[in-house]
């Protein structure tokens, strides 16, 4: 199917040539598949790699800016956002591959389409607009655990993961203007009604990340992977812990790999608050992740992984 390309150099630029057919163009790493597939088929393509205000890593009274534009390796690789908010460092170093890394936006990995291999495949899903979830009773291995409803898909970023732990804020721009969303905020589960899988506006893009200052406080992501793919998880986990001298003052434990959205932990973080992190102390926090878990016929196995994640998460130092 034809398409025109456009290359605007500012946002107010970008927003004019949006239309309804239309699609924002990035790294591509997720559109090109989906146009080679017509899983896509948008008239127009509008390229904002050429906006200089969607790039840059910046310190700001409040925290941390990281533009939109920038590559999952970029973020991996600086040395602020390793040393301030490690779990978001750790999560683009562990995204993908090295080659995709090296051109794949922050901004289109958080806002990336499913990867389950029925909606990617010659299916008609519920996910696409039809009535069945096919992967609910079949090949279910790396579907969700807890947290669905109609679609049993599990959102694929795992930066997505470390910034809900890290209380992230998302700034997006749209024809009626700029606004902020509380990166807990931003991802949706997909259900009768509403099947987006997140809280955009059609004509909205994210602009950048706002990662807040943190005092006494460490983070950190861990992911397990399927060797044979190398790529999504099967479970990750992002723990911040904001101490109090040697006890926790305030804790963030998030799961990706089992639900259509980053999965918060409660009831295993209250485990944590006003205690020293022990051995015995991560195990206790850990036996209470997904403990309102339905797993599938073949993923049960993603509830053993999250609590040992957990734990690891909790006494990584």
């Not at 970029?74 to 779990?87: D, F, L």
């Not at 299916?123 to 109609?150: P, S, T």
């Amino acid at each position: 199917m034809p398409f025109e390309f456009t290359s605007p150099q500012t946002l107010d630029d970008a927003l004019k040539l949006w239309h309804t057919d239309a699609r924002w163009f990035a790294g591509g790493t997720d559109l090109v598949p989906e146009l080679k597939t017509e899983l896509a088929k948008p008239t127009r393509l509008v390229n904002v790699k050429g906006i200089a205000d969607l790039y840059g890593i910046a310190e700001t009274p409040s925290g941390l800016r990281i533009g939109a534009l920038m590559t999952l390796t970029e973020i991996a690789e600086s040395v602020m956002v390793r040393e301030r908010c490690r779990a978001v460092a750790e999560s683009c170093a562990f995204a993908a591959t090295p080659q995709l890394r090296h051109v794949a936006t922050i901004g289109g990995n958080l806002a990336q389409d499913s990867r389950c291999q029925y909606y990617r495949g010659a299916f008609r899903c519920w996910l696409k607009g039809g009535d069945v979830c096919y992967m609910r009773e079949g090949e279910n291995r790396e579907a969700a655990v807890g947290g669905y409803h109609d679609c049993v898909h599990v959102h694929p970023s795992d930066p997505a993961v470390a910034l809900v732990a890290l209380d992230a804020k998302i700034a997006v721009r749209g024809r009626n203007g700029t606004r902020e969303i509380a990166a807990a905020e931003f991802f949706h589960t997909p259900a009768s009604g509403d099947r987006r899988l997140n809280n955009l506006q059609p004509d909205e893009l994210i602009t950048n990340l706002q990662l807040p200052n943190f005092q006494n406080s460490r983070s950190n992501f861990l992911k397990t992977m399927d060797r044979a793919v190398w790529a999504f998880a099967l479970v990750s986990a992002a723990v911040r812990l904001d101490l109090d001298g040697a006890k926790v003052r305030a804790a963030r434990i998030v799961l990706g790999g089992v639900a259509p959205i980053p999965w918060r932990e409660e009831r295993a973080e209250k485990v944590l608050i006003g205690q020293e992190p022990t051995e015995e102390l991560a195990a206790r926090a850990a036996a209470q992740v997904l403990q309102s878990a339905e797993p599938l016929a073949h993923n049960a196995y993603k509830l053993r992984l999250a609590r040992a994640l957990v734990k690891r998460g909790i006494l990584r130092g």
